[in-house]
């Protein structure tokens, strides 16, 4: 869709299941686009359709992202529920979630931690932290509260994201009721009472490996102290070491990077010239999957040293 098109929205039709009306869960990211999602779906909940909302909290996001998921619950009334993965230390055993109130939600790296603990560091071709944290966390509750398989998934991804929108059994993204693209939402955000108070290099977790190594180095200036503490967090002796993904010295990161190697690249250059390398180059270009870490949107493969453990 171009910048100014006056459609929003497409009535979507009932989901069923074996002829059956079933339950939708929206998987609720943080993200502006994700929250014009939330939006969308909530009108047809109003309207009576059984639509439910999730958010899984890493404890690694940005405080003006825990702000805004907080703004967009009072703002719309959203019945949101929120989870965190639980850890279950052995390897080869599953993990658990606990709902966690929406006043508790907010920057807690625990979670990051005891994941770290278990598979050791995340890494830029093995998101693990997004299947832990996220996918599976999803999944389980959905199976608990909904029965397996008789839920239907909606994720926020646009139509201009064409490689994120990868066709999977009961899952539909935003693309499908709405034909906004990115400039779409942020001109829709700019009508609303609030907004995401931050810019792109800070949404999703802080330091996502899936971030260019320009993004993290841009964090990082701009939020010294949770570089720091995620830095102390990776190389806490506590952190499981797996050789044969070069773990022992953090390599996380594109290019061989750890953060602390990201760092040391820019620190001869001023935020205004970090800046300038994500603007000419495309970095805040549409399809990122820095936009809005969906757990179900990012390829997650190559985690060898994290065994699939949802039962």
Sequence with gaps: MRYG???????????????????EVVSFSGGRTSAHLVYLKNQER???????????????????????IRDVVAQWDIPLICLRVVVNPVLGKGNSYRVVPL???????????DICKKYGTPYVHGAF??????????????????????????????????????QRDGVSYLAEISDFEKQDVI??????????????????CVFCIKKGINKLALAARDEPEMADQFWKLVTDPSVRVVERRQQENKI????????????ALFA????????????NTGGEESGSCT????????????????PVELD
């Design 5 to 23: 098109s006056v459609c929003s929205s497409i009535e979507a039709a009932p989901v069923s299941y074996a002829g059956l009306k079933i339950p």
């Design 46 to 68: 109003l309207k009576g359709a059984d639509i439910h909302f999730l958010f899984m909290d890493t404890g690694a996001e940005h405080p003006a992202t825990y702000q805004f």
């Design 103 to 113: 006043d508790e939600i907010g920057p807690d790296l625990q979670p990051m931690r």
């Design 129 to 166: 932290c997004t299947r832990t944290m996220k996918m599976e966390v999803f999944e389980r509750y959905c199976r608990d509260v909904f029965g397996k398989g008789n839920y239907h998934t909606w994720i926020g991804i646009r139509s201009d994201e064409p490689k994120r929108l990868k």
């Design 187 to 204: 001109s829709w955000w700019k009508k609303q009472p609030f907004d995401l108070g931050i810019p792109e290099h800070l949404g999703n």
């Design 252 to 263: 996380m990161y594109r290019g061989n990077n750890s953060l602390e190697s990201v760092i």
């Design 268 to 279: 001869d250059h001023s935020r205004e010239e970090i800046a300038a390398t994500i603007r």
């Design 291 to 306: 936009e809005s870490c969906e757990a179900f949107s990012c390829d997650i493969g190559g985690d060898d040293g994290a």
